[in-house]
């Protein structure tokens, strides 16, 4: 049989071959940025919203995109009219939510569980108001994404992403983007950013360079900007423009169009064309192309400290309220997660974490973190307490110290706890009695405060090493001398706290030789005359950049081993040692001057004036007996103008990559950036010249394989970071007062509080170690480091609460006696995520359910083994937006003598959640 051809007009082969332009209008929405939350919410609605309202209800092809879903419950609320009418133009298809988060969330400093309930928050609205599901993940501003982005993009139901900052060459528009566990995701890079299409007088030479590097002729437009309102004639524009140019098959045909539509062109072409479409991977983090501001990742550093501390004690807060829900049925702190939760997800939005807004947005933040002591600090202990009074009986035992530990493993560490007695109750702190294994505990006295008239202690700070069990807690009787029968009380001796009474400058501890230099507090760490690194010493450096970067041309001015500018010095005022019975604590005090005389001559002459000190810097250094670990505790009270301060520290290797936590696993870097600023040619072609600084989330890890030796650092909301050959640098501040410099980023913007001219604490710890980041388990140290373990004590529950037993024995309906471990995890980069419950709570029978997320975070296929206190019902995979998952019907496998555990194989870096059933009867 002979083929069949079908013949064309040369009108309809130009219509079946044109290029397509898919032109989609939009409006980006800061929340903050250079207005207020309340002046930028009024001009999106009234000025922005609005218009396009107007438009779409005069123009029939026109069409409109919402990004996020804290805009849509406002309007709701506010304006409930308008909110029906976007609904209606939502129903018909025209108004199209792209995107769908609660708010546009930073995706690099945040913790993948906020990144998720920006989605969940987000998604959840748009289904319920508007029984859609938003497909496309819609980039317009952040400042880079994270190498598990599209796993959490495609784990949440979308199918595409369209973004605009981040990518690395080859330069083309679009691609599938593979994440750290090798989940990809169409994606599309928008070559001239969101505003492309902006400018309608310049369409035609617009196109020329988006198609150069389309990889179809569908080609997508997005027009509009930041806060900008529609434009009505755009679709006049179009039409005039398709209709000069409808006989040329090299013109484009343009139209108003929605990313969905254009996503689905563009997949059904791929198809049909068989075309082949290139694959990234890693993380969208280069300045080569577009902007990703890597030193917004140090602007306001009280921002990433107060957010880091919210961000754990929300964390720590929803594993213990999904506990407390399973051992209690009459307490649940759900309203308050809620309240939380929102305010975290504000928080997180993209001008509002990295800090690049004017400096009256922030109020609301500054005052939110400054109060957690009396919120949600207030409800994780309060939470606490009831976990305790639902599962343990005190009996007889006047005083315990409950320690809770919030991570997935069993820990030992350092504990702080305050105890606090009656009138003529306690006369002497001895120790503490493990109620578990019946240990003696060694205590050391911190702080005491005694009674007056000598009448024995009100309150006593202790410190010691615990072991704690996984996910759970345990419990410590205080050991104290009571008042002697026939004695008006009296302290025989005042308890002995650690206090400075030595000048040592060499410390054992651990197998470990900690040396400090008395006259800078820079200290290095030896074993069996193996150095592992030197540091700790503070770099003033020169400032002169913006909220986005960081610019210098003096560069160095003073660091504390000499270098720099020969005017300034810094003066030792204070080195002293406190030996404790378990900890030693060093403490070095500088500060540093502007100018010293004689300033020539240095090295023979001896200083005799100091002037115009602007900065104070205490260092502390604490070791612990049973720890292998170094916590720094570094004091600053800046009021320089105009400085970059930066920690360093060397190791005695050189190497081109290093590892630190990011969001659901770990990430290799390049070192040596930093030089590539100093070529032209890369100046040249780079929109954003390299400086080699990165975010890290809670570690860096920088080892060396052929020397088996490693350090892990660890931090408090200090993420910013360089390696260059065999240092590591991290920002603790940097001091700046403009917003934007020059102008390219944003306005000229006077930021005085973004100066930094402000005490700080920052924390961070050192732990050494032989092999690599994963020999050191350095993700673990991380995680450790910022959920430390919480001591509650409890006096009698009889003097205390004045309830009878009976009543007592009603709560308490599980009495699980001397220490508890609720969940515990296997092997050890198999790490929790969260433990929630669930977001829509089921009519429950039989059994309590509950939400648990894991990761592997090694990049190693892995069987893992989840043990829980209570038996298992069921176990299944549920998506991370907890709806049925392609693998849900996977077999979970229950095992155990109470068949309470439960048996996956895990993939590399792959994200589980698990909607798991126990069986619970309260």
């Known amino acids: 049989m002979g083929k069949t051809y079908i013949s064309l007009s040369p009108a309809k082969f130009i219509e079946l071959n044109k290029p397509i332009v898919h032109v989609v209008p939009h409006s980006h929405y800061d929340a903050i940025w250079i207005f207020s939350k309340e002046e930028n919410f009024d001009i999106n609605c009234n000025y922005i919203i ?51 988060e609660y708010l546009m969330s930073d995706v690099m400093l945040p913790s993948g569980e906020v990144l998720i309930r920006e989605i969940l928050e987000g998604k959840n609205y748009v289904k319920e108001k508007f029984g859609k599901d938003v497909i496309v993940a819609w980039g317009a501003d952040e400042f880079g994404y994270n190498a598990q982005w599209p796993q959490i993009l495609k784990e949440s139901g979308y199918k595409y992403f369209a973004f605009r900052r981040g990518v690395a060459e080859p330069l083309i528009s679009e691609f599938y983007w593979k994440g750290l566990d090798g989940t ?61 140019t409808k006989n040329s098959i090299e013109s484009p045909l343009m139209k108003v169009s929605t990313p969905t539509e254009f996503f689905r062109d563009l997949e059904q072409e791929i198809k049909e064309k068989n075309i082949r479409i290139s694959t990234k991977t890693g993380e969208m983090y280069s300045g080569k192309a577009s902007f990703v501001f890597p030193d917004s990742t140090s602007t306001r550093s009280w921002i990433k ?29 759900g309203d308050d997660l809620k309240k939380y939760w929102k305010q975290a997800l504000f928080f997180a939005m993209h001008d509002s974490l990295p800090g690049t807004g004017i400096d009256s947005v922030y109020d609301e933040m500054r005052s939110a973190f400054d109060k957690m002591d009396n919120t949600i600090k207030k409800t994780l202990n309060e939470c606490l307490t009831k976990v305790i009074k639902a599962t343990f009986n005190q009996n007889d035992k006047e005083h315990c110290l409950i320690v809770f530990n919030s991570v997935s493993w069993e820990i030992k560490e350092w504990v702080e706890a305050t105890i606090r007695f009656d009138i003529d109750e306690a006369f002497e702190i001895m120790e503490l009695r493990s109620l578990s294994s019946n240990e003696i505990i060694d205590v ?20 010691f090493i615990a072991r704690l069990p996984a996910l ?67 770099r003033i450096e020169e400032e002169l950049g913006d909220l986005y970067y960081h610019k210098d041309v003096t560069g160095i001015i003073k660091s504390e081993s000499g270098e720099g500018i020969p005017f300034g010095v810094f003066k030792k005022e204070k080195y002293s040692v406190e030996n404790g019975k378990i900890r030693t604590k ?57 400085v970059r301060i930066r920690v360093k520290f060397d190791v005695p290797f050189k190497g081109y990559t290093y590892w630190t936590g990011t969001q659901f696993g770990a990430i290799q870097r390049p070192t040596n950036l930093y030089y590539l600023n100093k070529d032209p040619e890369v100046t040249k072609k780079w929109k954003e010249v390299p400086s080699g600084t990165f975010p890290s989330i809670e570690w860096l890890d920088y080892s060396n394989k052929q020397q088996d030796i490693g350090v892990t650092f660890t931090h408090f909301g200090i993420p910013s970071h360089e390696v260059r050959d065999n240092s590591i640098y991290f920002t603790l501040l940097r001091g700046v007062e403009t917003l934007s410099a020059d102008g390219t980023k944003g306005p000229c913007i006077a930021t005085p509080d973004a100066a930094e001219k402000r005490p700080y604490m920052f924390k961070y710890s050192l732990v050494p170690h032989q092999g690599n980041w994963c020999d050191g388990s350095s993700y673990r140290e991380g995680i450790a480091f910022n959920m430390k373990p919480i001591a509650i004590h409890l006096a009698n529950w009889e003097k205390e609460d004045k309830r009878s037993s009976d009543n007592l024995e009603k709560e308490n309906k599980y009495p ?48 893992a083994r989840i043990s829980f206190y209570f038996p298992i019902i069921s176990a ?14 996977k077999e979970i496998t229950v095992f155990g003598e109470k068949n309470n555990s439960l048996n996956l194989a895990l993939k590399p870096f792959k994200i589980y959640t698990i909607r798991v059933k126990l069986d619970i009867d309260l």
């Not at 296997?826 to 309590?848: F, Y």
């Not at 995979?877 to 693998?887: I, M, N, Q, S, Y």
């Open 184 to 244: 990809e995701i169409l994606s599309h890079w928008m070559p001239l950013g969101y505003r492309a299409g902006l400018d309608l007088n310049l369409l035609p030479e617009t196109f020329e360079q988006l198609r150069r590097l389309s990889t179809t002729r569908h080609v997508l437009m997005p027009s509009g900007s930041g806060s900008t309102p529609p434009q009505p004639e755009l679709c006049n524009t179009l039409l005039n423009y398709n209709e000069s």
């Open 50 to 100: 609005k218009k396009a309202i107007e438009i779409l209800k005069t123009e029939k092809d026109f069409k409109f995109i919402i990004e996020q879903t804290y805009l849509l419950e406002n309007i709701e609320i506010n304006y409930p009219e308008l909110f029906s009418e976007i609904k209606q133009f939502i129903q018909e298809g025209r108004i199209e939510i792209a995107g769908g």
């Open 305 to 333: 400290q107060g957010f880091k501390e919210y961000e754990n004690n929300l964390l720590m807060l929803e594993r213990w309220n999904t506990i407390l829900n399973l051992v209690s049925s009459n307490n649940d702190f």
């Open 876 to 889: 299944t995979f549920v998506d991370l937006l907890e709806k049925a998952h392609v693998e849900a019907k």
């Open 586 to 642: 060093i403490v070095f005090q500088n500060k540093y001057y502007a100018i010293r005389w004689p300033y020539r001559l240095n090295e023979k002459l001896p200083t005799v004036l100091y002037q115009h000190s602007f900065l104070t810097i205490r260092k502390e250094v604490l070791i612990y007996k049973g720890l292998s670990r170094i916590d720094c505790r570094t004091f600053i009270e800046n009021n320089h103008p105009h």
């Open 816 to 863: 699980i006696g001397n220490g508890i471990s609720f969940m515990s995890v296997s092997p050890k980069n198999v790490i929790v995520s969260t433990l929630k419950l669930p977001q829509i709570k089921e009519d429950e029978k039989s059994g309590k359910t509950i939400i648990l997320r894991i990761y592997e975070t090694e990049g190693k296929t892995v069987n």
């Open 444 to 463: 050391e006295i911190l702080d005491i405060q005694l009674h007056e008239k000598d009448r024995g202690i009100k309150s006593v700070q202790i410190g």
């Open 472 to 538: 759970g807690y345990a419990i410590y009787q205080v050991i104290y001398r009571k008042k002697e029968k026939g004695k008006n009380g009296g302290m025989e001796r005042i308890p002995l706290l650690a206090y400075p009474r030595s000048y040592e400058t060499k410390f054992n501890f651990d197998d470990y030789t900690l040396e400090i230099d008395a006259e800078t507090g820079i200290f290095s760490l030896m074993k069996s005359d193996r150095l592992y690194f030197i540091g700790n010493e503070v």
